[in-house]
């Protein structure tokens, strides 16, 4: 028997309050932006198939953002999804707060997705696992 989600599918607002309450923002839009910009990386990251199998615990819009990228997987070493994610002209550039930020969207989508996130995880080379760790326990990512 599966956990049930920590958030609801239907509540994308929810999903925003958690992110913004795991990490350091000076608004909800920030903690908005920083969401839809990781998981647009980590769709590229990712397989499409199991992008799809995470969506069902996830709110549309944020779903959307997961299953941005509909093609094969590329191989971003983690550097290059962090660049990918600053490149959105939303996302604040402070790099002092970046990887919390990143951290507190990975750690809400673990939340939120349960064992599904585990499977996402699997898929990751080692070098993303500090990130995943702090962003599941809260902790602050050394840079």
Same mark, same amino acid.
């Given at each position: ?7 609801? +599918? ?7 309050? &958690?992110?913004?309450? =795991?990490?350091?923002? *000076? ?12 998981? *647009?990386?980590?769709?590229? &990251? ?5 992008? =799809?199998? /995470?969506?069902?615990? !996830?709110?549309? +819009? ?5 299953? @941005?990228? @509909?093609?094969? +997987?590329? *191989? !971003? ?20 707060? &970046? ?6 969207? /990975?750690?809400? /989508? ?18 993303? *696992?500090? /990130? ?6 809260? =902790?602050?990512?050394?840079?």
């Amino acid at each position: 028997m599966t956990a049930p989600a920590l958030v609801s +599918p239907t509540d994308e607002q929810e999903f925003y309050d &958690r992110v913004e309450s =795991r990490a350091s923002f *000076e608004s909800g839009s920030e903690a908005l932006a920083i969401t839809h910009a990781t998981l *647009e990386a980590f769709s590229e &990251r990712i397989s499409e198939g199991q992008a =799809r199998d /995470l969506t069902d615990d !996830l709110p549309r +819009p944020i779903a959307e953002s997961l299953t @941005h990228h @509909h093609g094969n +997987p590329a *191989e !971003l070493s983690l550097e290059e999804v962090v660049e990918r994610i600053e490149s959105h002209d939303e996302v604040d550039a402070d790099l002092e707060a &970046r990887d919390e930020r990143i951290a507190a969207v /990975l750690g809400t /989508l673990a939340e939120a997705t349960g064992g599904g996130f585990e499977d996402l995880r699997a898929q990751l080379p080692s070098e993303f *696992e500090e /990130l995943i760790e702090s962003g599941e326990s809260g =902790r602050e990512v050394e840079s």
